[in-house]
């Protein structure tokens, strides 16, 4: 699916639902600015746009089209042969985190950020592509006068939408804190190692998206105008603060582990003490069991009168001076 708007200078829309023939004629217009969404589009539709229209580089529609592990940002000017305008090419990820399945589902998402276009690319509904077209087009703020302004509101989205997943990961944190001293399973222990499995997910998305926001905030691209910079610095101190908190979630998360590990091992040992304590108390009953059940003919116990009494009072006293034994020590 392809969606198409062309703003004024001022952030009026012009036009919107664009048909393809047109969109040379709006690019070459100075006075628009030109965004393109492409939204799980055919390979036809990719072509047309991506290659017919922008011409863009050979090798950033190779990197669009193909799912990219790690975000990153690239800047693209044209050589004698090249049919393209200047253009920066980023690669980010949004993310969602499902308390049922305990997984960070991730979505990528592709910028070409030209002078006067915009072309995202994306094979899932995002929510932050639509709150910035709802943002564009009925905003009074006028969001949509330059691609820069766009291209940051949609960082800006993607980053905030970032907060809810964490909400709900330390939700599911706390309640393992409690759960795992209350009363430790295995089925505790899978849920630790796979919710720890997708916060270092995560990071792994975090750590590269947060170094290509930092080149953003430090205006290394001339793409960028100089008084927007700050705006993108202010979103790379959101993503800064979010990896502080993967951070301290994996930092909890082992600390839970310890917690599950020693209470399992607690349990362990307490298991351990009561078998070998009843081992021990029973003791003096199995020696004088085993002693007297010999049976030997030269045995003079055998033809006492009160032998069996004598041997059941005998296993008493000495059980009995076990255990208080065994009390007295505090083993028991």
Same mark, same amino acid.
């Given at each position: ?62 990197? #669009? ?70 943002? #564009? ?196």
């Amino acid at each position: 699916m392809i969606r198409s708007f062309a703003f004024t200078n001022q952030g009026r829309l012009h036009t919107k639902d664009i048909d393809m023939f047109l969109m040379p004629t709006l690019l070459a217009d100075t006075s628009l600015f030109l965004w393109v969404d492409l939204e799980d589009p055919t390979p036809e539709e990719t072509k047309a746009v991506l290659e017919d229209i922008f011409h863009f580089h050979v090798l950033s529609i190779e990197d #669009c089209v193909a799912v990219s592990p790690s975000p990153k940002v690239e800047e693209y000017s044209p050589k004698e042969d090249d049919r393209f305008a200047p253009y920066l090419f980023m690669v980010i990820h949004a993310v969602d985190f499902s308390r049922a399945d305990n997984v960070f589902a991730t979505s990528e998402l592709d910028f070409f950020l030209g002078k006067n276009f915009l072309v995202t690319y994306h094979t899932v509904p995002l929510r932050s592509i639509k709150t910035t077209e709802e943002q #564009c087009i009925k905003s009074t703020v006028h969001v949509a006068r330059a691609p820069d302004r766009v291209a940051h509101t949609l960082l800006d989205s993607i980053v905030e939408n970032y907060k809810p997943a964490l909400e709900q990961l330390s939700l599911e944190i706390a309640e393992l804190e409690g759960q795992v001293v209350a009363d430790p399973t295995r089925e505790m222990l899978n849920q630790i190692l796979s919710i720890k499995r997708e916060v270092l997910h995560l990071r792994q998305i975090i750590g590269p998206q947060r170094e290509v926001l930092a080149r953003f905030a430090r205006g290394e691209f001339k793409m960028i105008r100089p008084h927007l910079v700050p705006y993108y610095r202010d979103v790379y101190d959101s993503i800064f603060h979010i990896s502080e908190m993967a951070q301290s979630y994996t930092d909890s998360l082992t600390g839970i582990l310890h917690v599950y590990l020693n209470m399992s091992s607690n349990q362990t040992g307490e298991v351990v003490k009561l078998l070998t304590m009843i081992t021990l108390i029973t003791t003096p009953l199995m020696i004088v069991g085993t002693w007297y059940g010999m049976n030997f003919e030269g045995m003079p116990e055998l033809k006492w009168k009160y032998g069996y009494e004598l041997a059941i009072g005998l296993t008493i006293i000495s059980t009995a001076c076990t255990f208080w034994y065994f009390k007295k020590k505090r083993w028991w």
